[in-house]
Structure formats: structure tokens, C-alpha cells
Nanobody
Framework: VHLRESGGGPVQTGGSLRLSCVAS????????INWVRQAPGKGLEWISE????????LYSDSVKGRFTISRDNVKNTAYLQLNSLQTEDTGMYYC????????RGQGTQVTVSA
């Protein structure tokens, strides 16, 4: 299993980013993909998931209405669109096969400044 995140970076409050997660080594379309994040000095926080076919998406209360998860099973890629970013969204973002983030990639850093 290999997951590689990209698309993070510095952004101002209210800005947007689109994160990507390219997967390999397993049957991508058969697996739910999760996004989790870790703020500085804190534990992993599950924020979103999408089922294998993309028909079901779930969000944590902290990001609902601002973030959108999607996937392209032809490209073996999942996405997380981050809108209306706030300083508390700062952290390392990971895609993972589980909500606990055990099977996750190396992550991509998102830094939101006022």
C-alpha cells in the first residue's frame, strides 16, 4: 500500500487549497479513503471519508460545509478541496485507508495564517 499526498502549502485565512492523494499497491476503487489531519502538538483527527464508488461521503463537524472530498478511480487519486480555511486548519494532512490513520501516507503540510 502506498499513498502520496500533495497540494499543501501556505495560505491566508479564507483561502482555498486542493489536496491530492495518489494511491498504488492495492485495488483503489474497492477501498474507502479517509483524510485525517494533525495539528501542531495534537493527535490525529479524522475529517472526511469517501466510499470506494464515491457515492457516500462523510465529514467531521469541524470541516463540514467547508471541505469537499472526491475521487477519480481511473486515476487512483482522491482529493480534498479545502475552502474558507481558518488558522485552526493548520496541520499535516494525510490520506489513509482507515479513520485512525494507521495506513497513511507521508502527508502534506497546510499552514493558514491570518
Amino acid at each position: 500500500v502506498h499513498l502520496r499526498e500533495s497540494g499543501g502549502g501556505p495560505v491566508q485565512t479564507g483561502g482555498s487549497l486542493r489536496l491530492s492523494c495518489v494511491a498504488s499497491g492495492f485495488t483503489f476503487s474497492a477501498n474507502t479513503i479517509n483524510w485525517v489531519r494533525q495539528a501542531p502538538g495534537k493527535g490525529l483527527e479524522w475529517i472526511s471519508e469517501i466510499t470506494g464508488g464515491g457515492s457516500v461521503t462523510l465529514y467531521s463537524d469541524s470541516v463540514k460545509g467547508r471541505f469537499t472530498i472526491s475521487r477519480d478511480n481511473v486515476k487512483n487519486t482522491a482529493y480534498l478541496q479545502l475552502n474558507s480555511l481558518q488558522t485552526e486548519d493548520t496541520g499535516m494532512y494525510y490520506c489513509a485507508l482507515d479513520r485512525g490513520g494507521v495506513s497513511r501516507g507521508q502527508g502534506t503540510q497546510v499552514t493558514v495564517s491570518a
